[in-house]
């Protein structure tokens, strides 16, 4: 795990945030404000939601300079661990309300190769835009699950296509997108990680060509590559998403003489 010099960091947002006050006439009224707004945000527990608005998607963009394969994306705040694994792709019951959707594709490596038994943890919203566990209505793990890739690499998950929604926007962090005359609307997506021995794990989202909000998502966590075509079938939606895989760089082991 990653474990930065706390020194260098803290300095340089010093120096950022002085260049800021230095470009904008910030009063100490307005530096009150501030203080009061953040203290705010966390009274009403929105640190982490303020955060993953503004900050979550620039980490990951930083990440992805150096990341080969498929590109991550945001985790997002709905993520459970522990899904249960599904048979045969299904990730919804037969009452699940929604258009049928059936997003299939193939695991490699860089090479090309495909991968066999690559863990995928696969979770969504439903048709209404909400999360189990997090909503009320949707069932205890309801379209959540994981399954693994076949001997060819290949895998199909057969869910719903989920509906965009809005994050909570009635407190501080609601305030502040209106005041910047943004929305707090999030395009429907499918969450995805992908996890195999001897291959960096990735968590990354999948949208659709046709959503709303594509341009104006309120994570700016929308990137092209993982945008994909929605193609019309007899009983609903497919997409195809591969995915590449990087390996897990190895260190070599120093040669060190042995003494005596």
Known sequence: MSNPPIEPIVKDLVEAVQR???????????????VGFLREVGETGEVPLIMDVFFEALVV???????????RNVLGPFYLEGAPFIEDGRLVSGNEVGDQLAMSGTIRNLDGEPLAGVELDVWQADAKGRYSGFSPGPAEMNLRGRMRSG????????????????IPHDGPTGRLLAALGRHPWRPAHIHLKASHEGYQPITTQVYFS????????VANAVRDDL?????????GYSLEFDVALEPVAHQSTPNVRARG
């Open 20 to 34: 800021l006050f230095e470009r904008h006439p910030i009063t100490p009224e307005d530096y009150r404000a501030a």
């Open 61 to 71: 963009d930083a990440n992805n300079r150096e990341h080969k394969g498929t590109s």
């Open 151 to 166: 001997s060819d690499g290949s895998y199909t998950l057969h869910t719903i296509r989920p509906e965009g929604y809005t």
């Open 210 to 217: 046709d959503s709303k909000h594509l341009d104006s998502d």
């Open 227 to 235: 945008v994909c075509p929605l193609t019309p079938t007899e009983h």
